[in-house]
C-alpha cells in the first residue's frame, strides 16, 4: 500500500479494509513503518521502534474491532511487557516492564499492531516534548516548534501521517495540549473511566489519564469504547458508562447547547491575539450551527489552583524519583536538573500543605459544577498562543547554576520560596493554563482543531464538559468536524 493510500484512511477506516479482506495488516504495517522511516529523522517522534515485534504479530491471526491497525504507543505510564518503559528518562532506558499496563492490553486485545513508542518529557513534567534522553521532538507544521507536551511524540506521528491515531496521556493537558499544536483531536476522559491497572488505581489522585491522539472524531471514540469495555475489576470506581457505544453517540446530533466562553488566562498572564481569535471563530461556528454561546467562566481563583497543581506535581515527581531509584538504584545523575529541583521543591511541601491543596481540589470541582448548572460545556483556548519554538521554555541559566549549587548543599527548599522559581513556574504554566481545571476537577475535556495562524500554524480550542459529559463532547465535536473538516489537512513535510 502507497503512503496517498494508507493517508487517505482513519483507524475505523483501516480496520475495515482488513475486516472485508481488501488489505492485509502486514501491508498496513509496511506502509507505516515506511513512513516512519521516511519522517522520524525530522521529527523523532518514535524513540523505541518495534519493527520485529510488530511484523511476529502482524503476520498472526488478530481479532478485535480495529484488527490490523498500526499503532504507537507512549513511552510513559504504557507498559509493554518485556520492554522498558523510558519516561524520557535515563534512569529507566534499560529496565524492562514485567507486563503490559491494562491500556496496553486492551489495545492489543482490539487487535492494534503496536510496532513503537513515542517521545515524552522526563515524566510527562512538561507542556514541551524536550527530554534531554531522547532529543525534543518537531512539530510537523513547523520543525522549529514545538509539538506540545506530554504527548508530543503521539502527536507529531499521527500529524506526520505515520499512524492515524496513537497512544497518549494527560495529568494536566498533555492529550490537549499536542492536539493543538498539532492539528489533531484530543480528548481528555473524565476521571476513573479509563483503567490505570495493574501498577496503579489512579494517576495523580485521579488527575491523570490515558487516551489517544487522532485524526478523526470517531477513531477516538472508537478507542474510548475499547479502553473502557470492561470495568477494572481492581479500580477505584465503578465508571458510569453509557448503554450505548461512544462511537454511536458520536454520531448523534449533540442538540441545542449552552456554552460559556472565557479567552482570560486564568493565571492573568497574556493571551495572545491568535488564541483569542480561535475562540472567537469557534464561537461564531458555535452560533451558525444553532447553539447559545455567551462569554462566561466558572468562579475560581485560578492563581490558587495553579499553585495547588503545581504544588502537587513537585510533590509526584518527588515520589516518581524515589520508586524509580528504588527499582533501579540509579544515582542523581539519572534524572534532568529540571525534575530534580521540581522534586526538591515537592519534598519542601509539608504533610499539612499537600492535604490542604487536595482538599481544595473539592472547591474547584464544586465552582465548576455550578457553571456546568447553567452551561453545558466551558470554552477556551487550548493554549494562550500558538506553539512555542524548540527550546523557549529551557530553564534560565542563572536558575540552572542557583539550582546546581543548591542541590549539592540541600538549600532546594528556600530556592523554592524564592521570586525567581516562581517566576519560573509561572513562565511555563503561562503558554498553557486553561488545561489543568479539568484534570483537577476531573472531568472531560477536549481540543479540536478549528485555527490556523496566517504562518499556517495550529491553534485548537478547547471545551470542558461535566460529569460524564464525553457524549456531548465527541457528539459536538463531529458535528464541528463535519461544518470544518481537518482530517485531511496534511503538513508539507
Not at 515524566?123 to 518537531?138: H, M, W
Not at 501521517?161 to 484530543?186: H, K, M, Q, T, Y
Amino acid at each position: 500500500m502507497e503512503y496517498h493510500e494508507y493517508r487517505r484512511f482513519d483507524a475505523v477506516g483501516l480496520a475495515g479494509l482488513v475486516a472485508r479482506g481488501e488489505v492485509s495488516p502486514a501491508e498496513l504495517l509496511e506502509a507505516a513503518i515506511a513512513r516512519a522511516e521516511r519522517v522520524n529523522g525530522r521529527l523523532n517522534a518514535i524513540v523505541r521502534p518495534m519493527y520485529d515485534i510488530a511484523r511476529e504479530r502482524a503476520a498472526g491471526p488478530l481479532p478485535g474491532p480495529l484488527a490490523g491497525v498500526p499503532f504507537l504507543i507512549k513511552d510513559l505510564m504504557q507498559d509493554y511487557a518485556g520492554l522498558p518503559t523510558g519516561s524520557g528518562s535515563r534512569s529507566l532506558r534499560e529496565h524492562a516492564a514485567p507486563a503490559h499496563s491494562a491500556v496496553v492490553r486492551r489495545w492489543l486485545d482490539a487487535g492494534l499492531v503496536v510496532f513503537g513508542k513515542t517521545n515524552t518529557p522526563e515524566f510527562g513534567t512538561k507542556a514541551v516534548t524536550e527530554p534531554a534522553v531522547s532529543g525534543p521532538t518537531r512539530n510537523p507544521w513547523d520543525p522549529r516548534h514545538t509539538p506540545g507536551g506530554s504527548s508530543g511524540g503521539s502527536a507529531a506521528a499521527v500529524a506526520a501521517g505515520i499512524v492515524p491515531v496513537a497512544g497518549a496521556n494527560d495529568g494536566g493537558g498533555s492529550i490537549r495540549i499536542p492536539a493543538a499544536c498539532c492539528g489533531l483531536f484530543g480528548l481528555k476522559p473524565g476521571r476513573g473511566l479509563v483503567p490505570c491497572g495493574p501498577n496503579f488505581a489512579e494517576y495523580f489522585h485521579g488527575a491523570a489519564t490515558d487516551g489517544v491522539v487522532s485524526r478523526t472524531v470517531r477513531d477516538t471514540a472508537a478507542m474510548l469504547d475499547v479502553l473502557t469495555a470492561v470495568p477494572d475489576k481492581g479500580g477505584p470506581y465503578l465508571p458510569a458508562r453509557p448503554a450505548e457505544s461512544y462511537l454511536d453517540l458520536a454520531g448523534r446530533a449533540p442538540g441545542r447547547l449552552r456554552i460559556g466562553f472565557t479567552t482570560r488566562s486564568p493565571i492573568d498572564t497574556k493571551v495572545h491575539p491568535e488564541a483569542v481569535a480561535a475562540v472567537e471563530h469557534a464561537a461564531g461556528l458555535l452560533g451558525k450551527l444553532g447553539h447559545d454561546v455567551e462569554a462566561a467562566e466558572p468562579d475560581i481563583d485560578g492563581r490558587l489552583l495553579a499553585g495547588d497543581f503545581l504544588a502537587m506535581w513537585g510533590a509526584e515527581a518527588a515520589a516518581t524519583i524515589a520508586e524509580v531509584q528504588r527499582m533501579t538504584g540509579a544515582g542523581d545523575e539519572g534524572f534532568e536538573l529540571d525534575t530534580r529541583l521540581l522534586a526538591a521543591a515537592g519534598r519542601a511541601l509539608r504533610a499539612p500543605g499537600y492535604i490542604a491543596a487536595h482538599s481544595r481540589w473539592n472547591l474547584y470541582s464544586r465552582a465548576l459544577a455550578d457553571f456546568h448548572d447553567r452551561y453545558d460545556l466551558l470554552l477556551t483556548p487550548s493554549l494562550a498562543g500558538p506553539p512555542v519554538r524548540i527550546g523557549a521554555l529551557d530553564t534560565p541559566a542563572l536558575l540552572r547554576l542557583l539550582g546546581s549549587v543548591t542541590l549539592r548543599l540541600k538549600l532546594t527548599g528556600p530556592l523554592s520560596k524564592t521570586r525567581l522559581w516562581n517566576d519560573t513556574l509561572i513562565a511555563n504554566l503561562a503558554p498553557v493554563p486553561f488545561t489543568q481545571l479539568a484534570n483537577i476537577t476531573g472531568r472531560p475535556a477536549m481540543s479540536v482543531p478549528l485555527h490556523r495562524t496566517p504562518q499556517g500554524l495550529p491553534l485548537g480550542v478547547q471545551f470542558v464538559g461535566g460529569l460524564g459529559g464525553e457524549p456531548t463532547l465527541l457528539a459536538l465535536a463531529a458535528q464541528l468536524e463535519a461544518e470544518q473538516p481537518w482530517a485531511d489537512d496534511e503538513p508539507p513535510l
